[in-house]
């Protein structure tokens, strides 16, 4: 009997505490689950939707900032006045930014009604390149008419000094050919640009001229050009005879700008050759660079490519090393090779480039800079005398 009233009296506290429990669940917004899976975005939509109030009205005049044009780099603020035209309170809350560089203040974020809020939209640009700027972020609120308010700065940013093209790039130079590159250079500030005693190195095989222009119709149809006080015409050229492999010269231009007295710009590219040609497996064709890849001191690393001489000259042709950077790699030619004969002969070398074990700690992994090794052969050839070969790699502890 006793065990009996035992087991009734259990499942009569078991059956109260379930109905309580459910009485909880349907009254309280207990824990889910799920809401560990969700976002904080995604989050406050949800508790935006819950507390929706039709008596609360948000009024905003304006919701795009446009600071017309600003130095790249530069870093600002704009603000935003959100009033509560309704009865009731508005509730405001930062949901997302379209990037890192904005973010969003809301100085009151329960607002009663008849009050403003003040919403500071922060847009730092340290990482903005020249050209068009838009980015911005969104407010939620519980005015159904208003769930989402977007606030956004635009403009231009740019340099003093703008070049277009940015980088001047000859493809494919054959070794024999004269190739010209034009450019703009566009002065932004409020004196006109004066550009003079530009200097590079290599007076031989590089030619660079300018002189004072208008703005076209393509400038003028141009977002950010067309605000430029002054503009340049160039022209680079580059003549016969640069060594078979990849190039890249430097020019620099005094100016009469205080922020920008020096403007420099890079001519960079490949020479090939129709006679000449290298391959391999680790031997980018596309950049012209032998990719070593990294290690670590104490190890080496070796690479092989092949350099072919075909045609009447092949013949002729007697590769050896003239120079190389850093001078600790190892250079190992091969005897040639010769298949064919007379016009059609082809005559081959391979060619083992190592870093050794005892190199020491350091990055040449920037051929695009000219951070890089550099390996310069010479061919024995009348039309085509140096090959040069940059290599990248990395030496790590």
């Given at each position: 009997?006793?065990t009996?009233n035992?087991i009734?009296?259990?499942?009569?506290?078991g059956i109260?505490?379930?109905?309580?429990?459910?009485?909880?669940?349907?009254?309280?917004?207990g824990?889910?689950?799920?809401?560990?899976?969700k976002r904080?975005?995604?989050l406050?939509?949800?508790?935006?939707?819950?507390i929706?109030n039709?008596?609360?009205k948000?009024f905003?005049?304006?919701?795009v900032?446009?600071f017309?044009i600003?130095?790249?780099?530069?870093?600002?603020k704009c603000?935003?006045?959100?009033k509560?035209v309704?009865t009731e309170?508005?509730?405001?809350?930062?949901?997302?930014?379209t990037?890192?560089c904005?973010?969003?203040?809301?100085?009151?974020k329960?607002?009663?009604?008849?009050?403003?809020?003040?919403a500071?939209?922060?847009?730092?640009?340290e990482r903005a390149?020249?050209?068009?700027?838009?980015?911005g972020g969104?407010?939620?609120t519980?005015?159904p008419e208003?769930?989402?308010i977007?606030?956004?700065?635009?403009?231009?940013?740019?340099t003093?000094i703008?070049?277009n093209p940015?980088a001047?790039?000859?493809?494919?130079l054959h070794?024999?050919?004269?190739?010209?590159?034009?450019?703009?250079?566009y002065?932004f500030?409020?004196i006109p640009?004066k550009?003079?005693?530009p200097?590079?190195?290599?007076?031989?095989h590089?030619?660079?001229?300018f002189?004072p222009?208008?703005?076209n119709e393509?400038?003028?149809?141009?977002?950010?050009?067309?605000n430029?006080?002054?503009?340049y015409e160039g022209a680079?050229?580059?003549?016969?005879g640069l060594?078979?492999g990849?190039?890249?010269?430097r020019?620099t231009i005094k100016?009469?700008y205080i922020?920008e007295?020096?403007?420099e710009?890079?001519?960079?590219?490949?020479?090939?050759?129709?006679?000449i040609?290298?391959s391999?497996?680790?031997?980018n064709k596309d950049?012209?660079?032998l990719l070593?890849d990294k290690?670590?001191q104490?190890?080496s690393?070796?690479?092989?490519?092949?350099?072919?001489?075909i045609g009447s000259?092949?013949a002729r042709a007697?590769l050896?090393k003239?120079?190389?950077?850093?001078?600790?790699?190892?250079?190992?030619l091969?005897?040639?090779?010769?298949?064919?004969?007379d016009?059609a002969?082809?005559?081959?070398?391979t060619m083992?480039v190592?870093?050794?074990?005892?190199?020491?700690v350091?990055?040449?992994?920037k051929?695009?800079s000219?951070?890089?090794g550099?390996?310069?052969?010479e061919?024995?050839?009348?039309e085509?005398p140096?090959?040069?070969?940059?290599v990248?790699?990395s030496?790590?502890?």
């Amino acid at each position: 009997m006793r065990t009996a009233n035992v087991i009734f009296a259990s499942c009569a506290l078991g059956i109260i505490i379930g109905l309580g429990s459910a009485f909880c669940a349907l009254t309280y917004d207990g824990w889910n689950p799920e809401l560990e899976h969700k976002r904080h975005s995604e989050l406050v939509r949800e508790i935006a939707q819950r507390i929706e109030n039709p008596n609360a009205k948000a009024f905003i005049e304006n919701t795009v900032y446009d600071f017309g044009i600003r130095d790249v780099k530069d870093k600002g603020k704009c603000e935003f006045y959100i009033k509560n035209v309704g009865t009731e309170t508005l509730t405001l809350e930062v949901n997302r930014t379209t990037c890192t560089c904005t973010g969003i203040d809301l100085s009151v974020k329960n607002l009663a009604p008849g009050k403003t809020s003040v919403a500071t939209l922060r847009y730092d640009a340290e990482r903005a390149t020249p050209g068009p700027y838009n980015q911005g972020g969104t407010i939620v609120t519980n005015d159904p008419e208003n769930r989402e308010i977007y606030l956004s700065v635009k403009g231009i940013f740019t340099t003093p000094i703008v070049m277009n093209p940015g980088a001047v790039v000859f493809s494919s130079l054959h070794s024999s050919a004269q190739q010209t590159a034009k450019v703009r250079i566009y002065g932004f500030e409020k004196i006109p640009l004066k550009l003079e005693n530009p200097q590079w190195n290599n007076k031989e095989h590089f030619v660079f001229e300018f002189s004072p222009s208008e703005l076209n119709e393509a400038d003028k149809e141009d977002s950010m050009n067309k605000n430029a006080s002054s503009v340049y015409e160039g022209a680079v050229t580059v003549k016969p005879g640069l060594p078979i492999g990849t190039f890249q010269e430097r020019f620099t231009i005094k100016t009469n700008y205080i922020s920008e007295p020096e403007f420099e710009f890079t001519a960079k590219g490949q020479v090939v050759g129709s006679s000449i040609s290298i391959s391999g497996m680790s031997f980018n064709k596309d950049r012209g660079v032998l990719l070593m890849d990294k290690t670590v001191q104490g190890q080496s690393i070796k690479r092989d490519v092949m350099i072919s001489f075909i045609g009447s000259s092949a013949a002729r042709a007697n590769l050896q090393k003239k120079d190389v950077v850093p001078e600790y790699l190892n250079i190992t030619l091969s005897e040639p090779k010769d298949i064919g004969k007379d016009v059609a002969v082809r005559r081959f070398y391979t060619m083992s480039v190592e870093v050794p074990a005892s190199a020491p700690v350091g990055s040449f992994m920037k051929a695009d800079s000219g951070e890089c090794g550099v390996i310069t052969l010479e061919t024995g050839l009348t039309e085509n005398p140096v090959i040069k070969i940059p290599v990248e790699f990395s030496v790590e502890r």
